[in-house]
């Protein structure tokens, strides 16, 4: 049995939106794999829960003329739309943040606000580091968690780093835009913590960005990407 059916018990015991159990399993069922090969093109392999290739309607099928011409490894049922990156960058999510999260007057739906853009802040810098390294994160609610897995994953010990650190975050930003009725997150102490984990997850993921480190994180994450491949 693969390490994403072992995660299946705790799956009907969690609720918590900030949960990776179920984000393991979603890379392992969207992750496909299109190769060149055959006279129609590019196939599909669509990897399920327990690993196995599926085939049928789903699977080893024909991709259309755009996805063929892509090549290469994406993630995503579709394999088309992928996150886009304009001179805009997390950095500044998270310099606005910290002006929120300075001013004490502010007020509760300021300190909310700077606990969710501090996390966004972070979640692009991760984004953007990973497609730098040739990894497609789809747009959607998947990418967070996505990017979240290729990290911890990643055996890069300031890319698991961060990637705990993006997980607390994410659990905050939760609490931040969908709980209102609890205050824990509505405080500026809240959003001067969110700020802090944001700026040392930016601080990692940039580290990881440079050589060796950027080559030891892209080999980490292939490896994984293989084992995931291994158990189909």
């Not at 799956?11 to 939106?17: F, G, I, M, N």
């Not at 609890?182 to 700020?195: H, N, S």
Request: net charge positive; charged share 25%; with cysteine.
């Amino acid at each position: 049995m693969g390490p994403v059916a072992d995660r299946r018990p705790h799956r009907k015991q969690c609720s918590t939106a900030a949960c990776d159990c179920h984000n393991r399993r979603t890379v392992s069922r969207t992750y496909q794999r299109f190769d060149r090969s055959g006279p129609r093109g590019a196939k599909s392999v669509l990897f399920g829960p327990n690993g196995r290739g599926i085939r049928g309607s789903q699977g080893n099928r024909a991709a259309p003329p755009r996805m063929a011409r892509q090549g290469g490894a994406v993630f995503g049922r579709l394999g088309r739309k992928t996150l886009n990156h304009s001179k805009m960058n997390g950095d500044e999510f998270i310099r606005v943040a910290s002006k929120w999260a300075a001013n004490s007057a502010a007020g509760e739906a300021s300190f909310r606000s700077a606990v969710s853009r501090a996390y966004y802040g972070a979640f692009h810098i991760g984004q953007k580091l990973l497609a730098d390294l040739g990894f497609d994160i789809p747009a959607g609610a998947n990418s967070h968690g996505l990017v979240r897995i290729l990290l911890l994953e990643s055996g890069h010990a300031e890319a698991v780093e961060a990637g705990r650190l993006l997980k607390d975050l994410h659990s905050d930003r939760i609490k931040a835009d969908y709980r209102i009725d609890k205050g824990d997150a509505a405080t500026q102490r809240a959003a001067q913590l969110a700020v802090e984990t944001a700026s040392d997850a930016s601080r990692l993921l940039n580290s990881c960005a440079v050589e060796p480190a950027r080559a030891q994180l892209k080999n980490g994450i292939k490896s994984y990407k293989t084992k995931l491949g291994a158990n189909r």
